[in-house]
C-alpha cells in the first residue's frame, strides 16, 4: 500500500521502501522523514488511507467538508474550521468503529477510514484546498 | 432569522437521526430499516444560531434536506426520511 505526501526535502526511512521523488512529492510505502531548510529532521507516520479536504468560506467564516466522508468543520479562520472538521470526523469514525456498524452501500467505503483514529491527525489529509480570492462558495463545494 | 442548532437537532431528529455521541460535538446518524448506516450529521450543543447561511446550506445538504423542507419539518412537528 502507498501513500503520498506533500512538501519536501523527504528521506524515506522505511526499509524497502521505494522513493519517487518529484517537485517535492514522495512515494513511500510507509514512513518518511522531512528534513527542513534548517535541517531540522522529524518522523510522520502516514496512514495508507487518508483523506481530502475542502475549505470554503462561509457569509461569517469558513467551511471545512471531508470529501470522502461528507464530515463539516466550522470556525472563522480557516484552521479552525479544518480544526473542527477533524473533531468532526474523529467522532463519527469512533460511532463506526465503537458500535461495530455497518453501512448502506453509498457509505460503505467510510469503514475503511476507520483505521485513521490510529493514526496521527497531521497525516489525515492528503490534501487540503484552501480558499483563494477566487475560491468557489461554500454552497458550490458543499 | 436564522435557525437555531436546538431546531436542527428536532428536524432531524424526527428525519430519523439518533444521537450517537456527544463530545465537543453531537454526532446523529441515521439509519436504513436494515439498521445499516445511511447518513451522518453533526450538531452543535445549546441552542445557538446557525448564522452563517451557507454552513447551513451544507448542514442540510448533509441530512438531506432542503431548506424549504426543513422549515415544513419544524413547522409541522412530524417528518419523513428523505
Not at chain 1, 524497502?16 to 531540522?40: A, K, M, N, W
Not at chain 1, 483505521?115 to 491527525?121: C, I, N, S, T, V
Not at chain 2, 436564522?2 to 439509519?31: C, D
Not at chain 2, 441552542?47 to 445538504?61: G, Q, S, V
Request: some cysteine; proline content about 6%; glycine content about 8%.
Amino acid at each position: 500500500m502507498s501513500a503520498t505526501a506533500a512538501g519536501g526535502p523527504l528521506k524515506l526511512v522505511e526499509p524497502g521502501s521505494r522513493e519517487l521523488i518529484s517537485e517535492g512529492t514522495v512515494t513511500t510505502d510507509f514512513r518518511y522523514s522531512p528534513i527542513s531548510s534548517q535541517g531540522d529532521r522529524y518522523r510522520l507516520r502516514i496512514s495508507p488511507v487518508r483523506l481530502s479536504a475542502v475549505v470554503s468560506r462561509g457569509d461569517e467564516g469558513f467551511i471545512a467538508r471531508s470529501i470522502e466522508l461528507g464530515s463539516l468543520g466550522y470556525g472563522e479562520h480557516p484552521k479552525e474550521a479544518l480544526a473542527d472538521l477533524i473533531e468532526a470526523i474523529r467522532d463519527y469514525l469512533i460511532v463506526l468503529r465503537d458500535g461495530d456498524k455497518k453501512l448502506v452501500p453509498a457509505v460503505a467505503h467510510h469503514a475503511r477510514f476507520v483505521e485513521l483514529l490510529d493514526e496521527p491527525e497531521e497525516s489525515w489529509f492528503a490534501s487540503v484546498d484552501l480558499p483563494g480570492p477566487t475560491s468557489p462558495d461554500a454552497s458550490d463545494v458543499a | 432569522m436564522p435557525p437555531t442548532w436546538r431546531e436542527y437537532r428536532k428536524v432531524i431528529k424526527r428525519n430519523g437521526f439518533r444521537l450517537e455521541r456527544s463530545a465537543k460535538h453531537e454526532t446523529w446518524i441515521q439509519y436504513d430499516d436494515r439498521g445499516r448506516v445511511r447518513r451522518q450529521t453533526r450538531a452543535s450543543h445549546g441552542n445557538a444560531e446557525i448564522r452563517d447561511p451557507r454552513f447551513f446550506k451544507a448542514l442540510l445538504k448533509q441530512c438531506g434536506k432542503t431548506e424549504e423542507r426543513f422549515y415544513s419539518v419544524l413547522r409541522k412537528g412530524r417528518g419523513s426520511r428523505s
